[in-house]
């Protein structure tokens, strides 16, 4: 999730950078395009108006007036990056002329050609190419006059544009680039406010609202649409945690007068204390399974365990086993057990109950004479216990409907036991943020459950327990 | 014995009174909070079971009253609310005992004779030895012995003999067991309690006459 938000505001911020680069680029275009072709157009007007001169000059005086005026011209140049030259025509034969790279002999009547030639002599960079704009037009019936500038300035002018519109491409890819990432930082914020309280209701703490800024933005908008419906799921989980509250409850309280009153008639018919013993029996069941929901909803109902102090597992482990030895050892049943010192926040009394509850169904289930195996390794992050007894296992297809309430197995449902020992097991190991799972021992049941040292948001896949 | 007892449930209060009395107990009640810390200041009683839940002034406020006003008198608070924190809170408030309701009328009897054995002054002082019968319990010593002949306990099974002596005569519940001996709140799924019990009694009672007793629907109890 968090990687996740993590590239979208990378997106965000490289979209908004680069509709900046681009927006730019095409403005840097746009500009360019129209003071080049305003400058040449410029350039053509002037180079139009002195051809028409020259047209002029042969005209009155023909070839050889034109010749003259041109290296008049050439030998005292007004502008020293005009460009003339008079050749023959078809041949290309030079006649007079300062263009030091013809083009070829022209094909129709006149034309425009661009090309680069050398710079003027007086030039300070003698060396380099300038752009040129040359006009060709046939004069008489045997002649080519090419009239041309040298766009020095334009393409000085040219040149500083584009540098400057790259300056600008660059400035404006920065500042795209911060700008977006400005927005991505605060839009992920602002959905990181929503997107952790998310995260914290779904680990179970119901509690937790969005902040809201009181802006009444879009944001704060879904913030107070997303807390009015955390406040509807916990009503209506109060209500249901109540309802089976007060069932548990209410139960109870007839259950235990009617306990009462049949122990009153027990004392008072002993004749008929016997038929009376298995209903007290029944009472008792019946009071033990409502005691166990009752325990079952509350630690469901409680935040998570984060809270609870620092405690090591071991000697939990080793009263539960001093607790079940003696019935253990009635059955003739071994407790084995590896143990090493391992710490997790939790609730001692909880914990003792989840061993309690791992310990009974073991030794419950398991055949007379074998070895009921309890271990407990401390791993990074947290402890690894483990219950395996050699009975006869739980099919894989049953292995998750054992947590449910009230499930039993097929073959165990004469026995004692209320069907909730697991569904509390379970909730204890979801308070305390950890994973439970059932393994095949080969043969029997492995009970695998793994506890966080602190159980905390988001505590991924430790290894090894992947239910 | 004189006992207040502070419930607003009708029910409820109903069930205790008819049983109480039927122990020879003596028993005023109080509806509400109010009344009953005027009755319980102004009367004297030997106990107090008072509910936590109460309308006017709840009960963790009447007993902190009643200590703050230096009134010692033994008090068993009753409460749908089981959880430890509830719990450590009502000891702190003053409670010698707590019970979550709805509890089997055994149950609140065993704690009411066990908070009234604890308020007794005993002659003695702290007793460094525990006497039921012939049976002997050195607490300094840490040793247990049966008309002179030694027996060997278990650190746990010596906790469990101190217990039920110093509960002697007195019915004692497997939930007060759990809680005073294995100091963990939880449900036991099975007889676990019963199997350490009887574990006890062949060692303290061998081939001597019987000390430990099985009180049907209830605990045990150790008498001579």
């Given at each position: 999730m968090r990687g996740r938000l993590h590239s979208t505001s990378v997106r965000l911020a490289a979209v908004v950078g680069l509709s900046f680069l681009l927006g730019f680029a095409l403005l840097g275009g746009l500009v360019y395009f129209t003071v080049s072709s305003l400058l040449y157009a410029d350039a053509r007007e002037v180079i139009r108006v002195d051809a028409g001169g020259l047209m002029d000059l042969y005209e009155d005086g023909g070839e050889r007036a034109l010749a003259a005026e041109l290296r008049q011209r050439l030998a005292q140049p007004a502008d020293p990056d005009a460009l003339y030259a008079l050749r023959r025509w078809p041949t290309g034969q030079a006649l007079v002329g300062n263009i030091a790279t013809l083009p070829r002999p022209l094909h129709g009547r006149s034309d425009w050609r661009r090309m680069r030639q050398l710079a003027a002599d007086n030039d300070d960079d003698a060396d380099a190419d300038v752009p040129s704009l040359l006009l060709r037009q046939r004069v008489g019936a045997n002649l080519e006059l090419i009239t041309g500038l040298r766009l020095r300035s334009e393409s000085g002018f040219l040149a500083l544009a584009i540098r400057t519109i790259w300056i600008a491409l660059v400035l404006a890819a920065v500042l795209g680039l911060l700008l977006g990432g400005l927005i991505a930082r605060w839009v992920s914020q602002r959905l990181r406010l929503i997107e952790d309280t998310v995260a914290r209701v779904g680990e179970g703490d119901i509690d937790r609202r969005v902040g809201s800024d009181g802006s009444g933005d879009a944001f704060d908008l879904l913030a107070l649409r997303f807390n009015r419906m955390l406040d509807r799921i916990q009503a209506l989980l109060s209500g249901v945690r109540e309802a089976t509250d007060h069932i548990a409850h209410d139960l109870r309280t007839p259950l235990t007068r009617l306990r009462t009153r049949l122990e009153m008639l027990r004392a008072d018919a002993p004749a008929s204390a016997a038929a009376l013993e298995p209903a007290i029996a029944e009472v008792d069941q019946l009071l033990q399974s409502s005691q166990a929901l009752l325990r079952l909803a509350r630690v469901e109902a409680q935040p998570p365990a984060s809270d609870d102090p620092l405690r090591d597992l071991a000697p939990l482990v080793r009263d539960a086993l001093e607790l079940y030895e003696p019935i253990a050892a009635e059955r003739g049943i071994g407790l084995g057990a590896q143990l090493e010192s391992a710490q997790v926040h939790g609730d001692a009394d909880q914990l003792f109950q989840l061993l309690i509850n791992l310990l009974d169904n073991a030794v419950k289930y398991s055949p007379p004479d074998r070895e009921v195996m309890l271990s407990l390794v401390a791993e990074s992050g947290g402890a690894r216990l483990e219950v395996a007894d050699q009975g006869s296992g739980i099919p894989l297809e049953d292995r998750e409907r054992v947590f449910d309430r009230f499930h039993r197995l097929e073959k165990h449902r004469g026995s004692p036991g209320t069907g909730l020992g697991l569904s509390l097991v379970r909730a204890i190991v979801l308070r305390h943020r950890g994973q439970i799972r059932l393994a095949d021992n080969h043969p029997g049941l492995r009970v695998v459950v793994w506890l966080p040292r602190t159980p905390a948001i988001s505590t991924g896949d430790p290894a090894g327990v992947d239910s | 014995m004189r006992v207040l007892l502070i419930e607003d449930d009708a029910q409820t209060a109903a069930f205790i009174g008819k049983a109480m009395k039927e122990d020879g107990h003596a028993l005023d009640r109080a509806d509400n909070g109010k009344d009953g810390l005027f009755l319980a200041s102004t009367e004297s009683y030997d106990v107090l079971i008072i509910d936590r839940m109460l309308p006017g002034l709840d009960g963790l406020t009447v007993l902190r009253t009643l200590r703050g006003a230096g009134n010692s008198t033994p008090a068993i608070l009753l409460t749908a609310l089981a959880d430890v924190e509830h719990r450590v809170e009502g000891l702190r408030a003053g409670a010698d005992d707590y019970l979550a309701k709805p509890f089997a009328y055994a149950e609140l009897s065993a704690r009411v004779d066990s908070v009234l054995r604890r308020a007794l002054p005993s002659g003695d002082g702290s007793p460094t030895v525990l006497k039921v019968a012939d049976l002997e319990l050195d607490l300094l010593a840490r040793r247990a012995s049966r008309a002179g002949r030694r027996i060997e306990l278990q650190p746990r099974e010596f906790r469990l003999l101190e217990y039920l002596m110093r509960q002697a005569g007195q019915v004692v519940t497997r939930t007060m067991l759990l809680e005073a001996v294995w100091d963990y709140h939880f449900d036991?799924?099975?007889?676990v309690i019963d199997v350490h019990i009887s574990r006890l009694r062949q060692k303290i009672e061998g081939e001597g006459a019987p000390l430990l007793q099985t009180v049907r629907g209830a605990g045990y109890r150790l008498a001579g």
């Open positions: - | 036991p799924q099975t007889n």
